[in-house]
């Protein structure tokens, strides 16, 4: 899935005249030769803005364990969390750094000079086209608590006023089991990565959902008939647009660089 999405990036980047650059690192690669090179870029001004394409928490663990490393969910955090924070601040094109993050989370994201995650860029946009050019009202569920789209998503509605509920696997589990599911909301964004986990009859009639499962649905459409009133596909929903969003951020970061070289 990441080397599909970086493949596409590239070639939307290059249609619209962006140039984009791939660097490859194995994850067994010592963490400061990637790091060196995320320097290398930080200070080059060529380079607009820096992405660095997320793995699977589970391809991490099995490809360091077979590597013959003791590792643990937490390791593949901690992991993380030392890439994404030697990004410059300034060239972080889709809302990586844990700076950008304590932004969002404050509502000062737009006065300090971040963009927003591209996917969650691209899941506001969808929800202002199901609202018909502003975001639908009611209650929000937000599923799945990433760092790329969850809690991220669900500060930015907050801080538009939006009455909010960031749904993890526990709390799904306890929603079910007490027989109100995602029958108290109206609209649904959903990012588990789990397949079909989503299921018609959880849903409250006329909702709108916004599945961001990858690379197969988080909504079972088998057991949907017509109870939602706006559903994004898997494929061609999301991704796309959060790809475009991408591209988008890195248009505003240039124009953020040459406002200030001026």
């Not at 202002?128 to 760092?147: F, H, T």
């Not at 849903?203 to 939602?228: C, H, M, N, T, Y």
């Not at 999301?238 to 591209?247: A, E, F, I, K, N």
Request: aromatic content about 6%.
């Amino acid at each position: 899935g990441s080397q599909l999405y970086t493949r596409l990036k590239k070639e939307a980047a290059h249609r619209v005249g962006i140039e984009y650059e791939v660097s490859t690192f194995s994850f067994c690669d010592p963490l400061e030769e990637v790091l060196a090179k995320i320097g290398q870029l930080n200070a080059d001004h060529r380079v607009t803005g820096i992405i660095i394409q997320k793995p699977w928490r589970k391809t991490w663990l099995s490809v360091m364990q077979e590597a013959g490393a003791d590792v643990s969910p937490e390791d593949f955090n901690q992991w993380w969390q030392q890439l994404v924070s030697g990004l410059d601040p300034a060239k972080d094109v889709d809302g990586l750094h844990p700076s950008t993050h304590q932004a969002i989370q404050a509502g000062t994201w737009q006065s300090h000079g971040n963009v927003l995650p591209a996917t969650v860029r691209a899941v506001l946009s969808i929800l202002e086209i199901a609202g018909q050019g502003s975001l639908p009202n009611g209650r929000y569920a937000v599923i799945g608590k990433s760092d790329l789209l969850g809690a991220p998503l669900a500060a930015v509605l907050r801080h538009q006023g939006k009455d909010v509920v960031l749904v993890g696997k526990k709390e799904l589990t306890e929603r079910v089991a007490e027989g109100s599911a995602l029958k108290d909301v109206a609209v649904v964004v959903t990012s588990t990565g789990q397949t079909h986990l989503i299921k018609g009859e959880w849903l409250k009639e006329g909702s709108i959902v916004v599945d961001v499962g990858e690379p197969k649905p988080d909504v079972d459409r088998a057991s949907l008939a017509d109870r939602p009133a706006f559903l994004t596909p898997v494929p061609g929903g999301v991704g796309p647009l959060t790809v475009v969003s991408l591209l988008e951020n890195a248009l505003h970061i240039a124009d953020t660089m040459s406002y200030h070289l001026v």
